[in-house]
């Protein structure tokens, strides 16, 4: 059975500090992952896409490295922001166009 | 904003009635997903629909169905409704194509039932 599992649940941090937010996976056949802040009440917004090819993406303060052998991904944020504050869901999708949601990690970035 | 809007907003509905929720997909994507988000979990995938036809199923009942029309904008239909029917339901827009590599999240409808 495909999955995705994220770690840790949630997290606080203070601003301007670093953290990293891990996503492990069994999906098979792999084909990409994605990353995803979700706001509160919102819809989740793209950060990056990463093939089986890439094992590194940025976008601004996000970080994303994949390790296809082991299925392990992680998302570090540089510099933490208030704005920062949110659900991170990470998303591995099958060759077939199916996808897998993780249940997010939240996290807390407190002045 | 990713070009992709959901109404309503928000909803209350009472148990066995029936609700519609719209979406209208980012310009040029001819595929839609529907997804139901539950508090603290990740969004759980309902159904896609690619050029007005059913394209791949998640594990919903048959209550749960959906359209998708000429101009690619979509509808889900939810029958008989229950008190776990209450989640954030989401569409998402795809670029040309079958594949739902880039999905272009709407803002949800957070749909209550009492």
């Known amino acids: 059975k495909n999955q995705v599992e994220q770690s840790p649940q949630s997290l606080i941090i203070l601003e301007g500090k670093n953290c990293t937010l891990q996503c492990n996976y069994t999906v098979s056949p792999f084909s990409n992952l994605r990353w995803y802040k979700q706001d509160t009440g919102r819809g989740p917004v793209s950060l990056t896409i990463m093939t089986f090819s890439e094992n590194t993406k940025s976008n601004g303060r996000y970080t994303a490295t994949l390790d296809a052998d082991t299925k392990q991904s992680s998302l570090h944020i540089t510099a933490s922001q208030l704005s920062d504050s949110a659900s991170y869901i990470c998303v591995v999708s099958t060759n077939a166009g199916k996808s897998t949601f993780g249940d997010g990690t939240t996290l807390t970035v407190k002045p | 904003e990713t070009g992709v809007t959901q109404s309503p907003t928000h909803l209350i509905k009472t148990r066995g009635q029936q609700v519609t929720l719209r979406c209208s997909s980012q310009s040029g994507h001819n595929t839609v997903s529907w997804y139901q988000q539950a508090l603290g979990q990740g969004p759980q995938f309902i159904f896609q629909?690619?050029?007005?036809?059913?394209?791949g199923r998640g594990n919903f009942p048959p209550r749960f169905s959906g359209l998708q029309f000429p101009n690619y904008s979509s509808e889900l239909n939810v029958n008989a409704l229950e008190l776990d029917d209450s989640a954030l339901y989401l569409c998402?827009?795809?670029?040309?194509?079958?594949?739902?590599?880039?999905?272009?999240f709407g803002p949800g409808t957070r749909l209550t039932v009492t």
């Open positions: 998402a827009s795809s670029l040309p194509g079958r594949d739902t590599y880039e999905q272009y």
């Open positions: 629909y690619y050029r007005e036809e059913e394209n």
